[in-house]
């Protein structure tokens, strides 16, 4: 597929808009409602000018909390209410098994476009045949590090947990004593919340305990690795990671990390581009690297994530609706995510882009994260997900707290798991 760029790509996009849905007769105004971390915000009307030049229309931003759990406790509030008033959601990878009977189905309308993105996401957003989101940007996360303090203290980047949990203490313990009191060795998402499962799952699989519900439905996150994996974590707070890390979601990380008071911090792709803004204190001065594994295991564990955009069917706008999310999932918007805000394209011709690669050069480099990449058990467990990583969430954050060991948590967490699937999932 070729890529156009600047006014063809203008242009054409365009031209197919009102090919397929025609001038419209009266302009309307849509509202999209969506989670919002770094600068998506203020990126979201240069975002969709093209589209609004286009056929008229414009489109309102509802920004949402960062939390993806608070964010889905919403959005089911208004589905369930029959919210008229918002158009379109922007949805997480996991959530379209229970939120499918509420989404307009998109198949016939992107019967063109969805060929072009990769296949495993697009069947990710397809429930009982109904293509009920489309893609928007996929994401994975890496390990960030600190390129200059790793050279200065003689360190190579660590590819186990192990390694990394020593290297961390070394390089904090040494510039604490050259008077930098305030940094830290490693920085994540502690905080009791969908982050902290998407973590958790990367410590456990990556020391060889599964994958909390096994693709087949087999519950199987109570076992020694998976409670090895915790307390390994557990042995993190308070000496590599600040006591404050089991409040920290992305941005708190991000924050920490940005202001250069981090040697290592997990994070998300998007974290990358505002790291080397002209506002950051570790501009140029870090890499990533796919995350480490551990307790002897020789796999990576990265969480597959991304964002979607769905049409509610309770939309009182849905031909224009379905025309912004066609230009959301499109190769224009995707490309101008990647360059402004280092999203990571779904189009998979996007990845031999020539501008994206000058623009954010560790876009095409992503792909190695995404070797490892590990889904959720959201497609085993269906409609019980979001309770399942509750539980999930819940059992970590306890036992990080010091709320019991990873052994007493882990078995009480599969009585409960084993309560909520009942008879089948």
Known sequence: MMIMKGRALRATATAAMLAVFGAPVMAEELFYVSGAVGKAVENFDALVAPWEEATGNTVTLVPMPASTTDQFGQYRLWLAAGAADIDLYQTDVIWAPQLADHFVDLTEAAKDLAPTHFPSIIESQTVNGKLVALPIFTDAPALYYRKDLLEKHGATVPTTW??????????????????????????????????????????????????????????SINNEKAAMALETVKGWVGTISPEGVLAYQEEEARGVWQTGNAVFMRNWPYA??????????????????????????????????????????????????????????????????????????????????????????????????????????????????????????????????????????????????????GSGW
Request: proline share 5%; charged share 20%.
């Open 162 to 219: 192990e390694e990394l949990t020593a290297t961390a203490q070394m390089i904090q313990d040494k510039e604490r004593a050259e008077g930098k009191a305030d940094i830290w060795g490693f920085v994540w998402q502690g905080n009791a919340y969908e982050g902290l499962t998407c973590n958790a799952l990367e410590w456990v699989k990556s020391f060889g305990g599964g994958q909390i519900v096994e693709p087949d439905g087999t519950i």
């Open 272 to 421: 990358y581009g505002l790291g080397n803004g002209d506002d950051s204190a570790v501009k140029g001065l870090f890499d990533v690297a796919p995350l480490p594994t551990g307790g002897g295991n020789d796999t990576s564990a990265a969480t597959l994530g991304g964002w979607n955009v769905a049409v509610s069917k309770y939309s009182t706008k849905q031909e224009a609706a379905i025309s912004l999310a066609l230009y959301l999932a499109g190769p224009e918007a995707q490309k101008q995510r990647a360059i402004n805000e280092t999203n990571l394209p779904t189009i998979v011709a996007l990845y031999d882009d020539p501008d994206i690669a000058a623009a954010q050069p560790i876009i095409p480099r992503w792909k190695d994260v995404f070797l490892q990449a590990v889904p959720r058990p959201s497609a085993p467990t269906k409609g019980k997900y979001n309770e399942v990583s509750a539980k999930f969430w819940s059992a970590v954050h306890n036992t990080l707290s010091g709320n019991g060991s990873a052994a007493e948590n882990l078995e009480l967490l599969e009585v409960e798991l084993t309560d909520i699937k």
